[in-house]
């Protein structure tokens, strides 16, 4: 419509307005993205502070630093965190930056509720984290929370715990139906679904899993508010209820739920591996079939996360069976980024090692999840530390990995300014020789017979736990670094034009914007060929 | 294509060969082989599946860092164009779905063994408690508790810490080898999990339901194990030990069970001295109470209250006595210990806690005797 | 793109009743299959069954647990019995409130393994209600059961475990908020 250019200070009244208010009320997804992630990191360090308390007492026998009580409600909250608080909003930051600028849209489709989805998080988080300095302690049963300990054996403050799940729940679905709206009417002309870039069809799929699967989450922990506070027996056997139930019903949850910790991971991995190979993604098509695949199975295998609970043989093997085919589509993924990377012109700067890096060592956690899955295995390995090691793995050097990598490879695009190539190299050899030192010896002590969620161990654990322990703090301290090359390169550094990475222009929408692109992104609908 | 495969075949057949499976057999690094023919089938199951992973492993990632190197930009390499090819991709799903099948067969095989519902030679129920074991033979009729036995001392860095810390009980589980044992696993208030890695038997204890698992050992021995579901604060600290002895030892030791329980019965009635209620007390404390309300009885208010200094145990010894045997609520906050423990312990705890740390001089210091307590069963509960 | 967030509204809300729908799906899915040993075989045995003449003998065995240490003495008169397959058995138990309170018990059954669950025939059992005795009560009740003949023959013996719930304080909070 109009042939004037476009720049961030033309029109001063659709800028961003000044001061504090400015983040409270923002409706404009590239804002609402930095809030996500802004928290997202400061959760990282809450979390992961929680983690070190953990490590500290963990590195030698004996109770050192805290007693059993205080060590449950840490590993507690280190995984509610790390899972909703760090994770998931992660992700959906960098959905918010990136989904419109890759589809070629000004804007999501509700930016109204975009604003009220991200206020939701720190009202959820300001509550659970409120319960550890509450008389009664915060919730201290496992993430999981499995039923009874979570009902009849909580502290009171389980009811504030409930609260703020169904907050959490509550942003999630919001920002889902706000991404898939999105995605779905707002493309532009000419850009069918088989045409998306990997990033937004990995968020379309997780999207999809959040609305299928969020909701049964807060079945399951209304039902515990109900058994707490109104005589109702859902998890009590005296009452003709069940505890195996909630397990039945969380996993439900809970096994999607990790799918959706990794989907974007794996849509961010294709766009890094194809922009630094110089190379087009091996297998478009079936990366979206294997992604799709993987979705729809992870709702056909949650019973084996409790192999060990009495199932009957007929079960066990059901689960065992389809457990093991989500192999398949993870694999064709793997072998794809490979097959991508395969008589490329291949360049290491840093989003390329970590999405390498990702690859390698999600594979490795993709191993131990394939053992895990073996039934009679699995009774060796249930609820012990090679579980941890194995959900770590693609947690860690997986999800975490994928979401550094991706941060790395846009923040040129968000701030206009480079970020430091050297520190970011010295923050990913860090990372990766400390990931590995934390979570790799875990397999062992895992095997050798070390139960998971234990403040305290035998001796014969005492070598391993001190290397982990090690490794754990030399992994946090390590992602200071990574906060300091993040407030660099918004303050100051070499400037970023709009392709930022060879050859990039032709891979994706995001490319052919400004560095930092304009308030409303797109003010003129692009088209696609 | 057709090349590779053909090398890969005869490598990887080279490689199972040559490689002993023993290789990680005796470092802290792997599972263990165990003891009965369940654990062994699971320790090669387990085996076999990792090498299967290296392998892969080897492949793929040989594949990935030899393009990382041989494609580097910086030594010239210029990208090739293509983006699919859908031969390849139709082979390697093919490879991968033979691969799992290969996988499943001796999986099935293994777990459809372990699933044997047949009659046990013995059966054991075993119930876990917070945060304990108790263990009920039906055929012999012996029950008792079974409780960690490492110091509090050890744990809270004040002694130095023996070999088998952690890992041994004041009453382990004994069985006679060679016999069929069947478990019956449930849970007296949360879910514990039941965990023998020598057995490779591990079921969950599930208050309200009974899990049942068996085992058949062929060597004597003593085999530890753990609870592996969070159960509450001592999750860890309530091993699984057992004994695997001869059948001869085992009758003897039924015998020698039976004959303990009589000899406990007839202790109610004899007239206890305060001094042996108190010296009896201090090692029930340690062994049931230690783990709440601390060695030094200050227990972690305001979880745990503190018993020095505590109204109630220097100057309120019934209510005292309704503490012990109903436990108190909301959330079960303290067990029922009257269910648990015999009169003469109860009696003897009692006794010791008001006599104990400042309450000696500070409290009433009264004496209660297993007599008070079997009055107590008779007039209110239990 | 209304209609997409009207879609997806109602799927959430749909998701979110699947989620309590699964509390009787599992029901259903324990009887089918047995899980848990939570609900044993209808009460009769079908025609089939009565047609199968060839008895054999099974282990029966009763396992009795007072959950978080209930007060009442809650035993078996027998911990094991020998039984024919086919042929009506009845075992008695002891319940005995020993308290100077009246109680509310609940018996709460799982049979082990759970697939012998189904072929379990219980025609009477005291597990099927809750049980009020006042203080000091003492009674016998029986479990009448039948073992039925089409049971596969690798089952070769079934525990009964009850556990015993104390619920006169929840049974009084219920009838309170006039459940």
């Given at each position: 419509m109009s042939t004037i250019v476009e720049t961030h200070d033309d029109h001063g009244h659709h800028g961003p307005a000044k001061g504090l208010t400015r983040w409270l009320y923002t409706t404009n997804h590239k804002d609402i993205g930095t809030l996500y992630l802004c928290f997202s990191f400061l959760m990282l360090f809450i979390g992961g502070a929680m983690a070190m308390v953990i490590r500290a007492e963990l590195f030698e026998p004996g109770l050192q630093i805290i007693e059993p009580e205080f060590f449950n409600q840490m590993t507690t909250n280190h995984g509610?965190?790390?899972?909703?608080?760090?994770?998931?909003?992660?992700?959906?930051?960098?959905?918010?930056?990136?989904?419109?600028?890759?589809i070629g849209s000004p804007d999501m489709a509700l930016p109204r509720l975009n604003n009220l989805s991200f206020w939701l998080l720190p009202m959820a988080f300001g509550i659970l984290i409120s319960t550890l300095f509450m008389e009664a302690g915060g919730p201290n049963f496992g993430?999981?929370?499995?039923?009874?300990?979570?009902?009849t054996y909580a502290p009171e403050t389980v009811t504030f715990f409930i609260f703020s799940v169904h907050i959490m729940g509550a942003s999630s679905i919001l920002g889902s139906i706000n991404i898939i709206t999105t995605i779905l009417n707002m493309r532009a002309p000419g850009m069918t679904l088989m045409k998306m870039p990997l990033f937004v069809w990995s968020w379309l799929i997780t999207a999809y899993l959040l609305i299928a699967v969020m909701p049964v989450l807060a079945g399951a922990v209304t039902m515990m508010l109900m058994d707490i506070h109104f005589g109702t027996s859902f998890f009590n056997a005296a009452g003709g209820g069940d505890p195996v139930l909630f397990q039945h019903v969380f996993w439900f949850f809970g096994h999607p739920e990790v799918y959706i910790m990794i989907l974007p991971a794996f849509g961010i991995a294709s766009h890094i591996i194809e922009t630094f190979s110089r190379k087009p993604l091996f297998g478009y098509t079936s990366m979206v079939y294997a992604m799709a695949s993987i979705a729809i199975l992870s709702f056909v295998v949650w019973a084996h996360h409790m192999f060990t609970v009495g199932m009957p043989l007929a079960g066990e093997l059901f689960f065992m069976y389809s457990t093991m085919l989500i192999a398949i589509p993870t694999g064709v993924k793997v072998f794809n980024w490979i097959a991508t990377m395969f008589k490329g012109s291949i360049s290491f700067e840093t989003p390329m090692l970590f999405a390498i890096a990702f690859v390698a060592l999600f594979t490795i956690g993709g191993f131990s999840g394939l053992m895990l899955a073996i039934v009679p295995a699995d009774f060796q390995y249930h609820d012990t530390y090679f579980v941890v090691a194995h959900f770590h793995y693609v947690l860690v050097p997986g999800s975490l990995f994928g979401i550094i990598a991706g941060v790395y490879y846009w923040i040129p695009k968000w701030t206009g300014i480079m970020y430091d190539e050297i520190l970011g190299k010295l923050h990913f050899w860090l990372s990766f020789i400390s990931v590995n030192l934390t979570f790799f010896p875990m397999h062992f002590v895992g095997l050798a017979g070390m139960p998971r969620r234990y403040p305290d161990y035998a001796l014969q654990f005492a070598d391993f736990n001190a290397i982990i322990s090690v490794g754990a703090f030399i992994f946090g301290l390590t992602q200071l670094l990574f906060l300091f090359i993040v407030i660099k390169s918004i303050r100051a550094g070499k400037k970023a034009n709009s392709e930022v990475w060879e050859g990039a222009g032709e891979l994706g929408l995001e490319w052919t914007l400004d560095s930092p692109p304009s308030y409303h992104t797109f003010t003129v609908q692009p088209q696609v060929k | 294509m057709e090349l590779f495969k053909f090398f890969f075949h005869r490598l990887l057949v080279v490689f199972l060969g040559l490689i002993p499976f023993s290789l990680f057999a005796d470092w802290d690094l792997n599972m263990t082989r165990g003891v009965t023919e369940t654990s062994l089938e699971i320790f090669n199951l387990h085996m076999l599946i990792f090498w299967i992973c290296v392998w892969i492993g080897v492949v793929v990632f040989g594949i990935m860092f030899w393009s990382l190197f041989k494609y580097r930009k910086s030594s010239g390499a210029v990208a090739a164009k293509f983006d699919d090819n859908f031969w390849l991709e139709i082979g390697w799903?093919?490879?991968?779905?033979?691969?799992?099948?290969?996988?499943?067969?001796?999986?099935?095989?293994?777990?459809?063994k372990a699933y044997d519902d047949s009659e046990g030679e013995i059966n054991i129920m075993v119930t876990g408690y917070q945060w304990k074991w108790q263990y009920k033979y039906l055929e012999d009729n012996v029950t008792f508790f079974s409780n960690l036995a490492t110091d509090d001392e050890a744990i809270h860095n004040r002694i130095p810490k023996g070999e088998l810390y952690l890992r041994e009980v004041d009453e382990p589980l004994v069985i006679p080898i060679n016999t069929k044992i069947r478990f019956l696993i449930t849970g007296n208030d949360v879910i514990h999990s039941f965990w023998v890695p020598d057995f490779a038997v591990k079921q969950d204890a599930v208050p309200g339901f009974i899990n049942t698992a068996w085992t058949n050992v062929p060597k004597p021995g003593i085999y530890r194990g753990n609870c592996t579901e969070l159960c509450g604060i001592n999750?860890?600290?309530?091993?699984?030990?057992?004994?695997?002895?001869?059948?001869?030892?085992?009758?003897?030791?039924?015998?020698?069970?039976?004959?303990f329980a009589e000899v406990e019965r007839l202790l109610t009635e004899k007239e206890w001295t305060k001094e042996e209620l108190i010296e009896r007390g201090e090692k029930v404390y340690t062994k049931n109470c230690v783990a709440c309300h601390q060695v030094n009885g200050k227990g972690i208010p305001p979880v745990f209250p503190a018993l020095d200094g505590s109204n109630i145990v220097m100057r309120d010894a019934s209510k005292q006595i309704e503490i012990l045997m109903e436990g108190v609520g909301p959330s079960y906050a303290m067990q029922a210990f009257g269910k648990q423990l015999g009169e003469v312990d109860i009696a003897s705890v009692i006794t010791y806690t008001r006599n104990a740390w400042s309450n000696?001089?500070?409290?009433?210091?009264?004496?209660?005797?297993?007599?008070?307590?079997?009055?107590?069963?008779?007039?209110?509960?239990? | 793109m209304g209609k997409t967030v009207r879609n997806l509204i109602l799927s959430t809300l749909g998701m979110f009743a699947f989620g309590f729908l699964l509390v009787p799906i599992y029901d259903v899915f324990c009887e089918i299959t047995g899980l848990n040993g939570k609900v044993t075989g209808p009460s009769y045995m079908s025609e089939e069954s009565k047609g199968i003449l060839d008895k054999r003998e099974v282990l029966v065995q009763f396992v009795t647990h007072n959950n978080e240490s209930m007060p009442w003495t809650f035993e078996s008169q027998v911990t094991q019995v020998r039984v024919n397959t086919g042929e009506q058995q009845e075992a008695l138990f002891i319940f005995e409130n020993t308290t100077d309170e009246d109680m509310i018990g609940q018996v709460i059954p799982s049979v082990s393994p759970g697939r012998g669950a189904q072929y379990f025939h219980k025609t009477e059992c005291f597990c099927f209600e809750s049980q009020f005795l006042k203080s000091g009560q003492r009674v016998e009740l029986p479990v009448r059961f039948i073992i039925d003949p089409a049971m596969p023959k690798d089952i070769g013996s079934l525990s009964l475990g009850y556990t015993l719930f104390d619920i006169t304080k929840s049974t009084e909070e219920r009838s309170l908020a006039g459940l």
């Open positions: 509610l965190i790390m899972v909703f608080g760090v994770i998931m909003p992660a992700f959906v930051g960098l959905a918010n930056w990136m989904i419109p600028m890759q993430w999981t929370f499995y039923a009874p300990l979570s009902t | 799903t093919i490879v991968a779905t033979l691969i799992l099948v290969v996988m499943a067969i001796p999986s099935t095989q293994v777990l459809v999750h860890a600290f309530m091993p699984v030990v057992v004994r695997a002895v001869e059948k001869e030892e085992y009758t003897a030791w039924v015998a020698e069970k039976l004959a000696k001089e500070k409290g009433d210091g009264k004496e209660v005797t297993p007599k008070d307590i079997v009055e107590y069963k008779k007039r209110i509960k239990l | -």
